[in-house]
T-cell receptor, first 116, second 109 residues
């Protein structure tokens, strides 16, 4: 199956710093990528939809100035958590949607963010 | 919006046992995927199954779209099957994958 690479897998940072997470589709082009957030023992919640070459679409309640998304190419989307605070600590997962045919979504391995 | 409910929320099995996980959804969907989230958080695609029945080894899935449910069967469970199983539905009009709350499975040796 298709591979989605997400880095870093884990990051620990001080409050107030910014953290960038990368999501790459390795063997297919993804015009659309998605960013999810997952709290412990909960399901995945969609944060935003990222389209190549255009502005991201954010879900209700997600601060676009806090979570900056850039989708500069058909294989790369980045999520930057700006001025991170302890409440931003969570598991962030990206996903890329295949094109044509089945349009299956493939997921990265996730990034565990801990803000001290 | 569409609601996706999974049952049971938690399941404990002895190794070798069989189980059935259920996913109900409240409206018509364009496709449905089953995932296994392993203890490290990685989501693994199990099935893309908008309708019909598919099998892959000890796992099989059936979706009855007209009745708005899907079932995931696990036979001869192994400890490596432990983790959380999610179903997620896609609706073209909303252009998003909506996840159920998951079934947390623990298989004991």
């Amino acid at each position: 199956g298709a591979v989605v690479s997400q880095h870093p897998s884990r990051v620990i940072c001080k409050s107030g710093t910014s953290v960038k997470i990368e999501c790459r589709s390795l063997d297919f082009q993804a015009t659309t990528m998605f960013w999810y957030r997952q709290f412990p023992k909960q399901s995945l919640m969609l944060m935003a939809t990222s389209n190549e070459g255009s502005k991201a679409t954010y879900e209700q309640g997600v601060e676009k100035d806090k979570f900056l998304i850039n989708h500069a190419s058909l294989t790369l989307s980045t999520l930057t958590v700006t001025s991170a605070h302890p409440e931003d600590s969570s598991f962030y997962i990206c996903s890329a949607r295949g094109t044509g045919g089945k349009n299956i979504q493939y997921f990265g391995a996730g990034t565990r963010l801990s803000v001290l | 919006g569409i609601q996706v409910e999974q049952s049971p929320p938690d399941l404990i099995l002895q190794e070798g046992a069989n189980s059935t996980l259920r996913c109900n959804f409240s409206d018509s969907v364009n496709n449905l995927q089953w995932f296994h989230q392993n203890p490290w958080g990685q989501l693994i695609n199990l099935f893309y199954i908008p309708s019909g029945t598919k099998q892959n080894g000890r796992l099989s899935a059936t979706t009855v779209a007209t009745e708005r449910y899907s079932l995931l069967y696990i036979s001869s469970s192994q400890t490596t099957d432990s983790g959380v199983y999610f179903c997620a539905v896609w609706v073209d009009s909303s252009y998003k994958l909506i996840f159920g709350s998951g079934t947390r499975l623990l298989v004991r040796p």
